[in-house]
């Protein structure tokens, strides 16, 4: 288990920040990078070892590529990085998809086993620093980065501690330079802890609360009504955007504590108009992850309408897989997939259709396909969906009380983008840019204050629940 909130919040971060203030510059870095190998040894003392072997691998293969580079062999440059890439996909595969893997074939092939075929355990966010290992061997071998001579800071990069166990997946490209000059400055630090305060703030008062009706709804859903399972996978949804959200909220915050730029995840995915939409707004950095390291070395949209449409298939199946070892996520992403491919045949057709209801037809696919996310078994999710299209009746208030309510309420509300409408009232008026730059960051402080004291206080009365990507 990693740290408890309450543990992180008031000991654990206090103490790296204050180390990390008092080093002297050359050896920052390595601060950091031991203190991120505590954190990570402190839930998963064993896997520690499968994080420390990704880090020297992938420092090795990178020295290497970028020798055959030097020395213009080709074959030995292509070769080094295969091997590199077999090396990271190896080990998420025997961990997390092997299992699965030895299951289907077994059931294809019709084979009986007497024992149920072991499951390892899975690495905290396994998924997460692989794919920024692959990040780092595919940008050295296009040349877009020089290869890192410090094993301290590529483990720094593929360990850092804010982002490390749930994101955002950062690329090499993009943290390189921030690895040799990072700043902490008074003013990244104030909107650092901002920032995380709002993390925080998200997922222990909205995502926690809105869990509680989403279980209660999925677990029991034989005994709602259709109402209450329309309800349950609304609350499932707020409860996914505010928690992985309020992570990278928190990731961002942390990094900017430390003098690092950590990427965007989100930008309101609820107000998109379309499945492609979406995708430009949620998980932003797996998505683009995967639109530069697979859909366009697989030919994009450049090599005609169906391999196009067979590029976003196999994008959406591997997005769906990389979410955990199941067919249920595969099948979340091939909705996804399929309604992109949707979208693009009809392309014309949606663009003239009348914007609320590009908005509904959004929000109604990615609700249903939520169930899939949620569900623990096939089955379950085609209960489920029947139960959200057969007219029963139930009982609301055995499920959702006012207080609840009023959480659903203050989310779909933060859900929208509110700043986009400020800064044009900002851009319009010279009273509200005076308004704006005299209060806005102390109201800005005061606001992070309530919300993390709130959120400390709520912690502090409740057990510890983990973020929903922790297990992937």
């Known amino acids: 288990m990693v740290f408890s909130s309450i543990t992180f919040v008031f000991f654990f971060l206090p103490f790296c920040l204050l180390l990390y203030m008092v080093t002297p510059r050359v050896l920052k870095n390595t601060v950091l990078l031991m203190c991120s190998l505590f954190f990570y040894a402190w839930g998963e003392p064993i896997f520690v070892i499968v994080m420390l072997l990704s880090v020297s691998l992938n420092y090795i293969f990178g020295i290497l590529i970028d020798y055959a580079n030097l020395m213009n062999n080709r074959f030995m440059r292509r070769n080094i990085f295969l091997i590199g890439i077999l090396a990271n996909l190896g080990t998420l595969i025997v961990f997390k998809y092997a299992a699965f893997i030895a299951e289907n074939i077994t059931s294809v092939l019709n084979i009986s086993t007497y024992e149920p075929i072991p499951q390892l355990p899975l690495p905290l966010g396994i998924s997460f620093f692989t794919f920024q290992g692959l990040s780092y061997l595919v940008d050295v071998y296009r040349t877009t980065s020089r290869p890192q001579a410090s094993l301290i800071d590529i483990g720094l990069y593929i360990a850092f501690f804010p982002q490390l166990i749930a994101g955002p997946i950062v690329r090499y490209k993009e943290f390189a330079d921030q690895l040799a000059h990072h700043p902490m400055t008074m003013d990244s630090f104030a909107q650092g802890i901002r920032r995380f305060s709002l993390g925080l703030g998200k997922k222990v008062l909205i995502a926690n609360q809105t869990a509680l009706v989403a279980d209660q709804v999925f677990s029991n859903v034989n005994d709602v009504g259709s109402t209450a399972a329309w309800l349950g996978v609304i609350f499932y949804s707020i409860q996914i955007f505010f928690d992985f959200s309020g992570y990278s909220d ?12 950590i990427p965007e995840n989100f930008h309101y995915p609820y107000a998109a108009n ?28 450049r090599k005609g309408i169906i391999r196009t449409y067979l590029n976003l298939y196999i994008v959406f199946f591997l997005t769906g897989l990389w979410h955990g070892a199941s067919w249920l996520f595969i099948i979340w992403g091939l909705i996804h997939g399929t309604m992109m491919v949707v979208e693009r045949i009809f392309d014309q057709q949606f663009n003239r259709m009348w914007q609320p209801l590009r908005h509904f037809y959004t929000l109604f696919v990615v609700l249903i396909a939520w169930v899939f996310f949620r569900a623990e078994t096939l089955p379950d999710a085609m209960k489920y969906l029947y139960v959200m299209i057969t007219p029963t009746n139930g009982n609301l208030n055995l499920i959702v ?15 929208l983008p509110l700043d986009n409408w400020y800064q044009g009232w900002i851009s319009k008026s010279s009273v509200a840019q005076s308004i704006n730059h005299t209060w806005m960051p102390i109201t800005a402080t005061l606001f992070s204050l309530v919300i993390f004291s709130l959120a400390v206080l709520f912690l502090s009365a409740n057990t510890y629940n983990p973020f929903i990507y922790f297990r992937f």
């Open 401 to 415: 009380d006012t207080q609840l309510w009023l959480v659903l309420i203050i989310a779909i509300i933060a859900s």
């Open 250 to 261: 928190m990731a961002i915050g942390l990094g900017q504590m430390f003098g690092f730029r």
């Open 274 to 301: 379309s499945i492609r939409d979406f995708w430009q707004r949620w998980h932003i950095t797996l998505s683009n992850w995967f639109r530069d390291y697979v859909y366009i070395p697989l030919g994009g949209n």
